[in-house]
């Protein structure tokens, strides 16, 4: 599944296709994604500007003239397909544009979906306001992780996985930046607050690691011949990469997806 970066390098292609040009036409080759399509959905949206193209967690939402928003997820396998010489099996929505850009959504599992909401409606959207603080934002800092970890009687893993603590982060990027961190994924996450709600230094580590590994991977999409990018995911068996560690990474399941780690160096 396509996490924050694979996500937010997809947004910042389609704000160079799409922000300032107007949707011209909108070709429809399946109705249903993981949900039916909006009634009229192409006609909503043929004559629109795009005003920006933004991101809220692992969510493209596309701001329109028409004070609308298109709200895409990529699903399991979905993603966008820039000024194709010919259209393929998968691509379900083509957006031709009035910059003679063409954009076409390709899903083979079709988990991915797209709403079209009016104003009010995306204020009011579950899916976007339940969501926890953008790990990429300013204001994402020790401190607004230290609230909602005070309440969690789980493992550090599996607290901030949960969309409701932190926007966007996923699996892959949870367990690479607690070995970034030192922290281990079975440890209590209410440990790194201390009883006042104050964060512990470890807590300070742990939201500098999130950064730098979401930053490290966006600037990586553009490379699609890294085999395995990661220090540690998918690297079971393996010699710890952390200088002076004489640990071997090991795999355990948390919540049905695998975590891994260094049972030597982080604690």
């Not at 292609?13 to 994604?33: N, S």
């Not at 928003?69 to 998968?90: C, D, K, N, T, Y």
């Not at 991915?112 to 990429?136: A, I, Q, V, W, Y």
């Amino acid at each position: 599944m396509p996490e924050l970066p694979e996500v937010e390098y997809t947004r910042r292609r389609l704000h160079r296709a799409m922000t300032r040009a107007r949707i011209t036409r909108v070709i429809v080759r399946r109705q249903t994604l993981r949900y039916p399509l909006p009634a009229e959905f192409a006609a909503r949206l043929e004559g629109q500007t795009v005003r920006a193209v933004v991101r809220r967690a692992k969510y493209l939402v596309v701001e329109l003239s028409s004070g609308e928003r298109l709200v895409m997820h990529l699903g399991m396998s979905g993603w966008f397909r820039f000024m194709p010489a010919q259209l393929e099996a998968h691509d379900h929505v083509v957006f031709e544009m009035s910059n003679g850009k063409v954009v076409a959504f390709n899903d083979p599992r079709r988990f991915g979906f797209m709403l079209l909401l009016s104003r009010d409606e995306h204020s009011e959207c579950g899916k976007l306001t339940r969501l926890g603080p953008e790990p990429l934002d300013k204001t994402f800092d020790a401190a607004a992780l230290a609230a909602p970890l005070a309440r969690r009687k789980t493992s550090l893993k599996i607290a901030l996985s949960d969309q409701r603590v932190v926007g966007g982060l996923g699996n892959i990027y949870v367990v690479e930046a607690l070995h970034r961190a030192r922290l281990s994924p079975k440890r209590r996450a209410s440990t790194l607050v201390t009883n006042n709600g104050a964060p512990r230094p470890a807590l300070y580590d742990l939201v500098d690691a999130i950064r730098s590994v979401l930053k490290e991977a966006i600037r990586r999409q553009a490379r699609t011949d890294d085999g395995n990018p990661f220090r540690i995911y998918d690297r079971e068996g393996e010699p710890c990469p952390r200088r002076g560690c004489r640990g071997t990474i090991r795999r355990i399941t948390q919540a049905g997806r695998s975590t891994y780690y260094c049972p030597v160096c982080q604690r």
